[in-house]
């Protein structure tokens, strides 16, 4: 194909191009206007001034757990957050150790037919933190909601025997 017989193409193409995006940005609304334009909908600003309280309830689902939460505005107008959970933190560390292998010389007799004999020392939550994965909501009589923690396992070590045949 010609170079030449292309060129009219690619302005024609070009031309199309600009003018659907320059189209597309005149039509679009900026976050002001779309915000303006919902509370106009649900009412005007001062009927939203005039609610004393607004409560909203969620509930996350993360690796099977559900995390309630709720944020609360009051009378004066405070933001106060229902239950949150902090932030999670953990360290563990592990040694290993070969106390056999094929090329070992002084075996015992019961382990004459054994590939190798590994140990390992692990520690889990090496600095003990107590982590929260969730909440128990308990209510009283008086209607009051507790959020009772549930925590992960504290400080475990473990110490093992690996034994290949």
Same mark, same amino acid.
């Given at each position: 194909? !010609?170079?030449?017989?292309?060129?009219?193409?690619?302005?024609?193409?070009?031309?199309?191009?600009? =003018?659907?995006?320059?189209?597309?940005?005149?039509?679009?609304?900026?976050? !002001?206007?779309?915000?303006?334009?919902?509370?106009?909908?649900?009412?005007?600003?001062?009927?939203?001034?005039?609610?004393?309280?607004?409560?909203?309830?969620?509930?996350?689902?993360?690796?099977?757990?559900?995390?309630?939460?709720?944020?609360?505005? !009051?009378?004066?107008?405070?933001? &106060?957050?229902?239950?949150?959970?902090?932030?999670?933190?953990?360290?563990?560390?592990?040694?290993? &150790?070969?106390?056999?292998?094929? &090329?070992?010389?002084?075996?015992?007799?019961?382990?004459?037919?054994?590939? =190798? #004999?590994?140990?390992?020392?692990?520690?889990?939550?090496? #600095?003990?933190?107590?982590?929260?994965?969730?909440?128990?909501?308990?209510? !009283?009589?008086?209607?009051?909601?507790?959020?009772?923690?549930?925590?992960?396992?504290?400080?475990?070590?473990?110490?093992?025997?690996?034994? &290949?045949?």
């Amino acid at each position: 194909m !010609d170079k030449n017989k292309c060129r009219p193409m690619k302005k024609v193409l070009s031309v199309i191009i600009i =003018s659907v995006l320059s189209l597309s940005l005149t039509q679009a609304q900026s976050v !002001d206007e779309i915000v303006s334009k919902y509370i106009t909908a649900i009412g005007g600003a001062a009927k939203q001034k005039a609610l004393k309280s607004r409560k909203m309830t969620m509930v996350l689902h993360q690796s099977g757990v559900q995390i309630p939460g709720s944020i609360i505005a !009051d009378a004066e107008n405070r933001q &106060k957050v229902g239950f949150t959970i902090p932030a999670y933190r953990r360290v563990d560390i592990g040694f290993s &150790k070969v106390l056999l292998d094929a &090329k070992s010389e002084n075996r015992p007799m019961w382990l004459r037919n054994t590939e =190798s #004999l590994w140990m390992s020392l692990e520690i889990f939550n090496l #600095l003990q933190v107590n982590n929260t994965s969730s909440y128990i909501l308990v209510k !009283d009589f008086a209607n009051t909601v507790y959020g009772v923690p549930n925590y992960l396992t504290g400080r475990r070590l473990n110490l093992r025997f690996i034994l &290949k045949i």
